[in-house]
């Protein structure tokens, strides 16, 4: 019960962008009514943006090949190794996680069509889109070994513009990291994912 409780705070606090201990604080002293008032203010953090960690911009696009998908990250931060949540994770890493969530949600989950690996090409970009970080081919067989590896958390809503130029707030469920030696194995696992 109490590991069940440490990973379901641990998951909002990487969810929503608060340090484990505030999360765990904040757990502490809640009354049905804050948690429907956390609930929805945790909401439009993440739909506005204004989470400690915010993305900018999350867009996806279709190819003409089935088994490519485009997909363009864009956040605000002008650099990317500041630590995240007050941990060893920088913010560089939890945007890997969440580009790796993103493929999984919308492109991933069904890793090959017409037994040719699918593969997700991200544009990834840093303060408010002037600073390259790199493109990123993840093929959906990693991004479903991430998946698999770490488990999936709490779905937070998650502004992204589709194909059609309309958007759209999804139900994202980001990756469960938790721990000191789930994240020293993300971060390993973060430096085999190669910008081109």
Known sequence: MLKKIAKTLTSVAIAFGVSPLTAAFAFCAITPSAIAQAVTQSKLAQ??????????????SDTLDASVRLGYLEVPERNTTVPAFGGRMRRYDVHVARIIALSH????????????????????????????????????????????????GLAVPMKVQLNSGATRIFKIRPLDIQGDSETDRFLKFVQTIKPQ
């Open 47 to 60: 739909t506005t943006g204004t989470t400690s960690i915010p993305i900018n911009t999350v867009r996806l």
């Open 105 to 152: 949600h919308f492109f991933c989950s069904q890793p090959y069509s017409g037994r040719i690996e699918k593969v997700m090409e991200w544009e990834y970009r840093a303060n408010n889109g002037r600073t390259k970080m790199g493109n990123f081919a993840l093929r959906c067989l990693k991004v479903e070994q991430a998946v698999k590896t770490y488990g999936l």
